[in-house]
């Protein structure tokens, strides 16, 4: 076993050795997983792989097969009212752990700490979210890769609209392509085509149900801290655990949605390199947060360890 990291306080990382507790780490390659055995399902199921097959027909002028599944269909209740709106869903799950993990349960003394750190992480979290897939001093850093990479807007369609809202239909349309985000083509009518479109909702996704599931370890890692400190459980921790279970179960709920349609997405859009790298921006922003503070002391007095 590894000793514990320089400038770690006795007290908090002999407890993290000791935690009984599978290391949060060890769950992460459940994501790798998921992508992979959702790319076999969508390359060994004769509906998914004729589904795939028109995406990569370069003929523009074919009409689109009807979507083969629920799943696969773009405007399927759980995309349109969970995923698309994931980033609320993750917060209202966050929120709910810290009013009960860290406000209406832990020691004043150490509330103002433990809420601070928790509110770094979060803030962290969703700043690259943010500059990832909504906007990053203009386009997101999705769309900016995909124009460089070589994707632009197919202006088949999108130009009548332009023409028609800007020009009255008449007039140039030079630069056109270069004007949209893929969100902005798709509501002119145009599609988004051409270059490498990293996956948003795989890295949504497994930002959001890692972040999330990291904080329930702290919570659980907490409780049996408070445990082994007096010998068992006593006082108000029968309480604690009871204000815990309404929260958890809607954290867990939210994380076991989102990858469902994780799975969904690994069958049904995106090629599998937009897939993984979706995955490895979100992985490489968890390591940062919830991973390095155990190795980097400076950057554990900033950020913390959930549940220490």
């Known amino acids: 076993m590894s000793s514990p990291p320089r400038g770690s306080t006795p007290t908090t990382m002999s407890s993290i050795v000791r935690s009984s507790l599978p290391p949060p780490t060890i769950s992460l390659l459940i994501y790798p997983c998921t992508l ?72 004043v003394a150490q509330r103002s700490r433990r809420v601070g750190q928790a509110i770094a992480r979060y803030s962290l979290a969703t700043l690259v979210w943010y500059l990832t897939t909504q906007w990053f001093f203009g386009p997101a850093i999705i769309d900016r890769g995909f124009v460089i990479t070589g994707g632009k807007c197919n202006v088949s369609v999108a130009r009548q609209q332009y023409q028609h809202d800007h020009e009255g239909g008449h007039g140039p349309i030079r630069e056109l392509e270069h004007l949209f985000t893929a969100a902005a083509c798709k509501a002119a009518g145009g599609s988004w085509s051409g270059g490498h479109d990293v996956s948003g909702h795989v890295f949504m996704l497994v930002l959001a149900t890692a972040m999330l599931s990291f904080e329930m370890w702290g919570v659980y890692a907490s409780e049996e801290k408070e445990k082994a400190t007096d010998g068992s ?76």
Do not use: C
């Not at 629920?70 to 009013?99: D, E, I, M, P």
């Not at 690994?266 to 599998?272: C, G, L, N, S, V």
């Open 233 to 308: 459980a006593k006082g108000g921790n029968g309480s604690s655990s009871a204000l815990r279970v309404w929260p958890a179960r809607f954290v867990w709920g939210v994380v076991g949605l989102s990858w469902w349609m994780l799975f969904m997405t690994a069958i049904w859009f995106h090629t599998w390199l937009e897939k993984w790298s979706g995955l490895s921006i979100a992985l490489g922003t968890v390591y940062v947060i919830y991973i390095l503070p155990r190795t980097a002391s400076a950057w554990r007095e900033i950020i913390g360890i959930p549940g220490f």
């Open 36 to 107: 992979i055995l959702g790319s076999i399902f969508s390359v060994i199921s004769p509906t998914a792989a004729g589904f795939h097959a028109f995406e990569t027909d370069m003929n523009p002028s074919a009409a689109p097969p009807p979507p083969p599944n629920y799943f696969a269909r773009k405007n399927n209740v759980f995309n349109v009212y969970f995923v698309k709106v994931g980033w609320l869903w993750t917060t209202l799950a966050f929120v709910s752990l810290l009013l009960v993990q860290y406000v209406l349960v832990k020691p």
